[in-house]
């Protein structure tokens, strides 16, 4: 059988095979889990305290309202899931004015999604720190939640 490499059950090549391949799957799944999409949670925390937004998929982008942080900052998730082709996560944040809000932040995710991080908190988007024009700071980050 010359040209052919046959693996024994104990073969070396073939329990690094077998690692690599769970380790991918592992991967994969934490990510992207068949059934429903899953939601998000994004904590927002403003002078010492800390305001959850649990965020699900929308498919009217346009009805999504902001939440207000006191009367200094808006938060806006908008997670549109599916078809693909119009799949995405935009992060916005506001500061307010006497005369509206004003855009002071904005992030978009496209799929494939990021996954959660290792870390103890999991947030995949990390710390985002937005500021207003008298120094007011905003900081959020978001994860995905558990099924």
């Not at 934490?30 to 800390?50: Q, R």
């Not at 699900?56 to 938060?75: G, L, M, N």
């Not at 549109?80 to 992060?91: E, M, N, S």
């Not at 500021?131 to 558990?146: F, I, N, Q, T």
Request: hydrophobic share 35%; aromatic share 12%; net charge negative.
């Amino acid at each position: 059988m010359l040209g052919q490499t046959i693996f024994s059950s104990s073969s070396p090549a073939l329990a690094r095979a077998r690692v690599w391949l769970l380790a991918a799957s592992a991967a994969f799944s934490a990510c992207a889990k068949a059934g429903a999409p899953p939601s998000l949670e994004c904590v927002l925390d403003y002078g010492g305290e800390a305001h959850t937004v649990i965020v699900h998929p929308t498919s009217d982008p346009y009805r999504v309202q902001p939440t207000k942080i006191e009367d200094a900052f808006e938060f806006k998730a908008v997670y549109i899931a599916a078809p693909a082709d119009v799949a995405g996560l935009d992060l916005y944040s506001y500061y307010l004015t006497e005369r509206g809000s004003v855009i002071a932040d904005e992030t978009k995710y496209r799929p494939p999604f990021p996954c959660n991080a290792p870390s103890s908190d999991g947030n995949f988007t990390g710390a985002h720190h937005v500021y207003g024009p008298d120094g007011e700071e905003l900081v959020y980050s978001c994860r995905w939640r558990s099924r």
